[in-house]
């Protein structure tokens, strides 16, 4: 069967600090992957998909940035957080069924 | 562009009570609908879907039909239990981009008493 992993589950950071989340899907090959955005109190924000390794498509210019380099591993990165940084992470994976599998979600704090 | 609007929360129930999200959308064709579910701590997981018309998706005794007269796709429970209380987000899946994109409603919270 398929997993998605996502680490860290809590991140506390200080502002102009770097960032990276990863994210990996186990039990399928070649998945598009996602990572989404969720601030307090607002609903989920698409940052990055990915159909390819190396392919990277960007839904909203911020200082994040998303790498693929492998097929099933999903890097979210930033070289210096902002506070509005500060959210709920969630990496998610999909395939031709339409359907979002997610992971458990990377809280980040930004200080 | 594309986009879902669901009801403001916070939904406030009793137990055995009534529940119905109302959820609309606009999309360009004919997108895929779906509802997730979110408990507390953690990430978004499938509720429900419907792929074309007059579909209606189910589980766990949460229903919702795809309506393209009205574009709506409105979540409905006959009783709730207090293990409901969640956020519920209402999202739409359409082919404009490949299919490759998920756009998702605010959320709606649903706290259900004892």
């Known amino acids: 069967s398929q997993t998605i992993h996502q680490w860290p589950a809590t991140l506390v950071q200080p502002v102009g600090s770097p960032l990276s989340l990863e994210c990996t899907v186990e039990?399928?090959?070649?998945?598009?992957l996602y990572w989404y955005r969720q601030a307090a109190g607002r609903g989920l924000q698409l940052l990055f998909y990915s159909v390819g390794i190396g392919q990277i498509s960007s839904e909203v210019p911020q200082n994040l940035s998303a790498s693929r380099p492998q097929d099933r591993q999903f890097i979210l990165s930033s070289k210096k957080l902002l506070l509005s940084d500060s959210g709920f992470y969630l990496c998610?994976?999909?395939?031709?069924?339409?359907?979002?599998?997610f992971g458990a979600g990377s809280r980040l704090t930004v200080l | 562009g594309d986009s879902v609007t669901q009801m403001e929360g916070p939904v406030t129930l009793s137990e055995e009570a009534f529940l119905t999200i109302n959820c609309t959308y606009t999309a360009t064709g004919y997108p895929s609908l779906f509802w997730y579910v979110q408990y507390p701590g953690e990430g978004l997981q499938l509720l429900l879907k419907a792929t074309k018309a007059d579909d209606k998706g189910s589980n766990k005794g949460f229903e919702a039909t795809y309506r393209k007269e009205t574009t709506s796709f409105h979540l409905e429970k006959g009783s709730v239990q207090v293990s409901d209380s969640a956020v519920y987000f209402c999202a739409l899946r359409s082919g404009n981009t490949g299919g490759f994109k998920t756009i998702f409603g605010a959320g709606t919270r649903l706290f259900v008493k004892a």
């Open positions: 998610a994976w999909s395939s031709g069924a339409n359907v979002l599998t």
């Open positions: 039990g399928t090959s070649n998945p598009n």
